[in-house]
């Protein structure tokens, strides 16, 4: 592709032509500014007072509206794309830092990357994708951000800030259509209103896409999927002593099977699983007929011709019975600023409250997808079924008929609110300062259901009463949900934090920064469990043996943990009556303080340069693994110390920002899979240290009138430099058991030096790709009539691993994509028509690492396997837009 490759070339060529020095981090807007012969300048917030990007001595990514609707920066993924340092699981809602992460869904265990919605911290990160019609600019602060913001910003902070009301009447409408089926039309006014001083803005978008990128064979399409309805609403209201601003805004996702959560890969790309029983799983393998084992004549839903897994032959088609659903019901989030300027310093009040129900109703792949509704297990010749049989008939016992469509359900109902209030000097001279207090809470309810709706003998399991040294089975507690595994928790999380940071300019050329944070987190739960079992459990207690007269069991009395770890309030006990009834139910309460902060230098020779240093220690709470009622349910705080240096310098038609970085990251909180029982459990853990280090380079050229080129790069090289190392074959240290190695599994190993545990040490952090490269060229053709802008981006993405375990199929592997796009601006700007192909040559992307799956190899093939799983950006996609103005 002499096109791609012309671009990397282009990359290569700019590359060598700026510098190899480190530098900060920022991006200046690579797009035409008035003139066609400067750079736009950018105005960023990143230490609470607005500033230019140039002379804030921090690693700052920043995208204006302008510069990401001209280079058409319409998603997360793009944001990401374009950020070096940062990735982002657009299936799993989670970002990714320079290696520090949050790695499991459980909010009782806090991101590392804080997202904020106009200075109110959120837990989401959807709605940092939302266009250019509503966000004005969007920030990056990358490294710990450890004492304007607090709130577990550890790895870093993305910041959002929404195009205010404006004192003239105007507004905007505008019409998408694409392929799949897409569409969106949204709209924004703005204006005075009656009263003096009070402004509005009113936006809405509807979006919406009917066909997805993945086609099922059994049922209807998935991938992106989606109607997303938005509203915002503002008010401003500004005097000569106060500026007050409130803003509500909602989203909803009506039945998507797309978004966070949705089907963005296939769940196995390897071949169908055939056994009849999988390592770790509770219920029997949907996928058991492939392999011929079934009773001829029973297997219900397999498409005709279909013999293996479809995506062995187009990566993009699967066969699955249950559809994707996914709702929320209108996700409010109201946020209020309000300043009030005294004589010399400002006194200025953010606070906001947020809350969404997320449902998300799926397929349980149970390592595969698939398309089989019913199937009848064999007899085995001279078992307790077909002795019975044989001397009663058909009507004694018959084959096990199992019905294997599975439904995961995961609900999220996360509820929040933040106050702030910071003073800060306004008053010009050398010495600056700002101090505030913080306060924040959340309430959760977290259920996650693994359900047979259609196996209603999961509706009365049995339990197992030893007896003896031996056990007899007795009737459990009933189970009218027909769940088979059950992992829910409620919670309340609080924050407290004083901060303050001063700026103190000594000499013409250079300023002292000094800050410091005091931040206190709790954090009490309580978390309720079942583990029920449908499958064989030996011999004897087989669906060969028993046929129809199998049981489901209820074991989950031997899957908890009864040790009283830390972080625990009390033991489990079972539930006999009311909404938890036949669950056992755990208390959880504990906390964690840190006192975090900074300290730099910047120098400043000439107004066009900047030269800093600077250290940043950062602090992630302590966090809980909540759902299981497992051993290890706590993981202790997070801590980072972070060295980096840059520079930015500013020439007429060419800015170059750099930087370089070094952490020690102590405790990474990281969750890992044990075998306890007949499954496979989560549980946490502490890796005792790790290193990330780097170096991030932007630089944006305008080498000729209303030309345009930027570059984009970065280098996260982590490792992990603790909790297992093998020497000479022999484990030294705390070694760590993959569940989805087979060798690792078989020995159901805990974290020490046996056989089947694994080495990490030297192993990158989960999600951390070495080198990402960006570079897009922009060009505008003048005319009497309007502007023309064309612009092309070549994105690459090194490749990046879902766990600490380094193995082939938790890789994600490298990837690049180019996008093309064509700007029509007339009439003095008041319309805009555009046309845009995404990822022009289809090629495959990988969104995030899915990790893989152990499987038994098909019939005659012995042992296990692993199938790879994928997260996939999407294929190409084009489409054309109509933006009106008034």
Request: charged content about 15%; hydrophobic content about 35%; glycine content about 10%.
């Amino acid at each position: 592709m002499p096109w791609k490759r012309s671009l990397l070339a282009s990359s290569a060529l700019l590359a060598a032509v700026l510098t190899t020095h480190a530098q900060a981090q920022t991006r200046p807007a690579a797009s035409a500014a008035a003139s066609g012969t400067t750079i736009e300048e950018l105005v960023v917030t990143a230490e609470r007072r607005e500033q230019s990007l140039q002379d804030v001595p921090v690693a700052v990514t920043a995208f204006s509206a302008h510069q990401r609707a001209i280079e058409g920066i319409t998603t997360v993924q793009d944001i990401t794309n374009y950020t070096p340092g940062l990735t982002y699981s657009s299936q799993l809602d989670r970002p990714v830092i320079r290696g520090l992460a949050r790695n499991n869904n459980i909010y009782l265990s806090d991101s590392a990357v804080a997202v904020y919605y106009d200075d109110f911290f959120s837990n989401s990160t959807y709605l940092v994708g939302r266009d250019d019609m509503v966000i004005d600019q969007v920030e990056v602060l990358l490294g710990p951000q450890g004492t304007l913001y607090g709130r577990n910003a550890v790895g870093g902070l993305i910041n959002t800030l929404s195009k205010r009301p404006s004192e003239d009447f105007g507004g905007e409408v505008r019409a998408i259509v694409g392929n799949y089926g897409y569409t969106k039309f949204e709209g924004t006014v703005t204006g005075p209103t009656m009263i003096p001083g009070l402004t509005f803005r009113l936006s809405a978008y509807d979006l919406n896409q009917t066909k997805g990128y993945f086609k099922n064979l059994v049922g209807p399409t998935e991938g992106d999927v989606r109607h997303d309805p938005y509203v915002d609403a503002q008010l401003e209201y500004k005097t000569d002593k106060d500026d007050i601003w409130l803003d509500a805004y909602a989203v909803w996702f009506d039945n998507d099977r797309g978004g966070p959560g949705g089907l963005l890969g296939i769940p196995t790309a390897g071949h169908y699983d055939t056994s009849l029983t999988q390592p770790g799983q509770l219920v029997f393998n949907p996928n058991f007929p492939f392999g011929g084992g079934a009773v001829p004549g029973s297997v219900v839903g397999i498409p005709a011709g279909l013999t293996d897994n479809p995506a062995l032959k187009d990566i993009r088609t699967f066969a699955h019975a249950q559809p994707t659903n996914i709702i929320v019901n209108a996700a409010p989030t109201i946020t209020l600023h309000w300043t009030h300027h005294f004589d010399g310093f400002d006194l200025k009040y953010i606070g906001g409250y947020s809350q969404y129900h997320y449902d998300l109703k799926t397929a349980y792949f149970n390592n595969d997808n698939s398309p089989v509704t019913s199937y009848q297990v064999p007899l085995a010749p001279g078992g307790t079924c077909a002795q019975l049989n044989a001397a009663f008939g058909a009507a004694g016992c018959s084959p096990l008929t199992v019905r294997p469509r599975q439904i995961f359900e995961y609900e999220a109902h996360p509820d929040w609110s933040s106050h702030e209030i910071d003073i800060s000097s306004t008053k010009d001279g050398p010495f600056q300062w700002i101090a505030g207090v913080y306060r924040y809470d959340e309430i959760d309810n977290n259920p996650e259901r693994f359900q047979e709706p259609d196996q209603a003998q999961i509706a009365n399991p049995l339990q197992v009463i030893p007896l003896l040294g031996a056990g007899q089975l007795v009737a459990a507690p009933a189970n009218p949900s027909l769940d088979y595994l059950l992992l829910n928790y409620q919670d309340h999380i609080s924050s407290t934090a004083v901060f303050g940071q001063i700026d103190w300019k000594f000499t013409d050329t250079l300023k002292l920064t000094a800050g410091l944070r005091y931040t206190y987190d709790q954090k009490h739960g309580q978390e309720e469990a079942r583990y029920i079992v449908f499958q064989d459990l030996s011999a004897a207690f087989s669906a060969e043996n028993l046929g129809s007269l199998l049981q489901p069991v209820d074991i989950t009395p031997v899957q908890i943990s009864t040790s009283a770890d830390k972080g625990t309030c009390s033991a489990p006990t079972l539930q006999t009556t009311g909404k938890y009834a036949g669950d056992y139910v755990r208390c959880l309460k504990d906390h964690s303080s840190a006192a975090t902060g900074t300290i730099g230098l910047s120098w400043t020779p000439d107004k066009d340069t900047l030269v800093y240093g600077r250290y940043n220690r950062g602090y992630k709470a302590f966090g809980f693994n909540a759902g299981y009622i497992g051993t290890n349910v706590e993981a202790a705080p997070e801590y980072v110390d972070d060295f980096e240096g840059g520079i930015k310098k500013t020439w007429q038609h060419f800015t170059l920002d750099a930087a370089a970085f070094y952490y020690n990251y102590r405790d990474a909180q990281i969750p890992i899979g044990v075998p306890v029982g007949s499954v496979t459990v989560t549980e946490f853990i502490n890796i005792p240290k790790s290193i990330s280090d780097g170096i991030e380079i932007t630089a944006v050229w305008n080498p000729v009138d209303n030309l345009y080129l930027s570059l984009v790069y970065g280098l996260d090289h982590t490792r992990i430099q603790s909790g297992c190392s093998l020497v000479g074959g022999v484990a030294k240290g705390a070694c760590y058991v993959d569940t989805a190695d087979p060798a690792a599994a078989a020995t159901g190993a805990r974290p020490v030096g046996t056989t089947g545990a694994q080495a990490v040490s030297g192993n990158s952090l989960p999600q951390s790709p070495e080198n990402k490269v960006a570079f897009n060229a922009n060009y505008t053709f003048k005319f009497d009539a309007g502007d023309l802008i064309l612009s092309g981006s070549y994105i690459w993405k090194d490749k990046s691993w879902d766990s600490i375990f380094r193995r082939t199929y938790d890789e994600a592997p490298a990837w690049d994509q180019v996008d093309l796009r064509a700007t029509w601006s007339g009439n003095h700007d008041k319309y805009e028509l555009v046309a845009y192909v995404r990822n022009v040559f289809n090629t495959l992307g990988y969104d995030a690492a899915a990790g893989g799956y152990p499987i038994a190899a098909p019939v005659g093939g012995g042992g296990f396997t692993q199938a790879p799983a994928y997260d996939l950006t999407p294929p190409r996609t084009y489409g054309f837009e109509v933006h009106y103005k008034f």
